[in-house]
């Protein structure tokens, strides 16, 4: 009795462990969608099935609000446009609206899918601001104009060629923060990060808030004016 009794517990025991196995697993898969690097969104196609772009007529606007996880590429073009590419298999993936200058898109994917990040081509003749509710990667490609304010949460990734410096970079994160703008130079960046960051820019002028996390500061050339604070384990990469 004994010896069957511990049988039983032992198959139970090793199926739970294989369950919770297989729960950190698909974990890590999500966790994978979330991150803003873009290089393994694609891979996602074997449990999505196959993406397809869907072109979206929209009027003027110079802000964006993401309401979801988004990976875009914004290119500087006289006539505004947008491109979405998302799973064929979700018919209602996400939607589009405009309120005043902020064109808004929403994802509607929920579940297991809640942070797999849309992919997003947009066109416009300039922009100014970008606030996203989850992860974001941002991708620019021409000159937003003078000033540019990013705003998100759990992680943005902001990286950019500029034909010409900007005037002024603005970015504030709570959670992971990747600034690749080495190619794209600011004149005046302010910066307020929590969490992990990793910064390589071109600031030729002032540099100037808050870091409170962990992580490295990579800078071209050293600001006429530095005013940074940081918190935590931040290093400080020698131009």
Partial sequence: MKTSSRIFWGFWGVAAFLVLASVAAAAAITRSWVSPDGRIL???????????????PVEA????RLE????VQWE???????????PRRFQEAYSV????????LRSHLSG???DLALRVTVKSP???DVAAQKSLKL?????PGDALRVAGREAVWLEGKCPKPLERLELRVRGLTMLHMAKCPVKNLFLEADGRVEIRADVSGRLEGRVHGDGRIQLKQTPAHSRLSTFGNVQWVEP
């Fill in 112 to 114: 297991r899918f809640a």
């Fill in 97 to 104: 609206h405009r309120e005043g200058e902020v064109l808004v």
């Fill in 76 to 86: 500087s073009f006289d006539t505004p446009a947008l491109t979405v590419s998302a």
């Fill in 139 to 143: 991708r620019l490609s021409g000159y």
């Fill in 68 to 71: 979801g996880a988004f990976d």
């Fill in 42 to 56: 694609r891979s996602a196609e074997s449990l999505t099935g196959p993406w397809e772009n869907r072109d979206v």
């Fill in 126 to 128: 300039s922009l100014s």
């Fill in 61 to 64: 606007f110079s802000k964006l």
